[in-house]
């Protein structure tokens, strides 16, 4: 059985088709071609728009004093927090670190840990019992009993230290970077990290932390500023510019600002730095603004 054969189809209607093509395909080829030269220079205002913006810079805030206290002017204070009506402090630089409970009002050691001669302590935190202090290059965390401030143990830590605090549920840890990172307090194993930035700019050396209210506050090292950082993101949502606070040069290139710790019974901020004579209790408050010459 012999298959019927398809008919060509006539020349006029592969004419029709092919001149039908031809006039759809180079007006598709223009509208396809406009929509990428828009989308590029466009993309390219809106890119250079953001370039010439300035930074989303945090709000400047400053303090108050409130009360003057007298500190160890012998210590290199590197942590620094109040819990139940005690603070406790730790000091560094080598031959001169150790853990201590002060009296706030007095400045007198109620309890003092030396460290071993070739340790540098820093940053200081509790969390449930335990009191945790970093070391700054001997990559090692010293974990003590709170209350008595006897050493329970010390781990292997790979970290450099420098701040420490904790929220509910973290350890929360600045190792001179831009990055913060969030530990498990049984493991020490990193849970997750923040940068953190002003606008679009990183902020490194985070020194000593405080966690309060949802807000991590923060020293910078050798600035006189403290930061306030949202944890979730690392935004600074707030610069307290803490120039003037002590009205005395000390003669030693490591005196600076660092340790600031929360009273949650007042709601005040006390702060001290490295190798200063005085503690001051602060609040902090909107900075007014600059008066045009």
């Known amino acids: 059985m012999s298959k ?30 406009w929509v990428i030269f828009l989308g590029i220079t466009f993309g390219s205002m809106g890119l250079m728009t953001y370039l010439r913006l300035p930074p989303s810079q945090a709000p400047q805030l400053t303090y108050k004093v409130l009360n003057t206290f007298p500190h160890d002017r012998t210590a290199f204070t590197q942590g620094l927090f109040i819990q139940n009506g005690r603070m406790y402090e730790s000091t560094g630089r080598f031959k001169q670190s150790s853990l201590r409970i002060v009296d706030v009002t007095t400045g007198n050691q109620e309890i003092t840990k030396n460290l071993p ?3 540098f302590a820093e940053g200081i935190a509790t969390f449930g019992s335990k009191l945790y202090q970093l070391t700054f290059q001997n990559y090692k965390i010293r974990i003590y009993d709170k209350d008595s401030l006897e050493l329970i143990e010390e781990r292997e830590f790979p970290f450099e230290g420098w701040g420490l605090t904790s929220d509910a549920d973290y350890l929360i840890l ?3 970077s831009s990055t913060i990172r969030y530990l498990d307090p049984e493991t020490l194993k990193v849970v997750s990290k923040i940068n953190v930035r002003d606008g679009r700019q990183a902020i490194s050396e985070i020194n000593e932390l405080e966690y309060y209210d949802g807000r991590i506050y923060a020293n910078v090292w050798r600035e006189d500023v403290i930061l306030q950082i949202q944890p979730a993101t690392g935004r600074v949502t707030g610069k307290i510019d803490m120039s003037g606070l002590l009205d005395e040069i000390i003669a030693d290139d490591g005196a600076c600002l660092n340790g600031i710790a929360v009273n949650k019974e007042t709601n005040t901020f006390y702060v001290t730095g490295k190798l200063w004579p005085k503690m001051f209790e602060v609040k902090f408050v909107e900075k007014p603004p600059e008066k045009n010459e």
Not at 16 to 28: E, T
């Open 4 to 33: 019927t054969r398809p008919q060509p189809k006539s020349d006029h209607a592969s004419e029709s088709y092919s001149a039908r093509d031809s006039s759809v395909r180079p007006l598709g080829n223009k509208i396809y071609l």
């Open 117 to 119: 001669d070739n340790y």
């Open 174 to 176: 600045s190792d001179g």
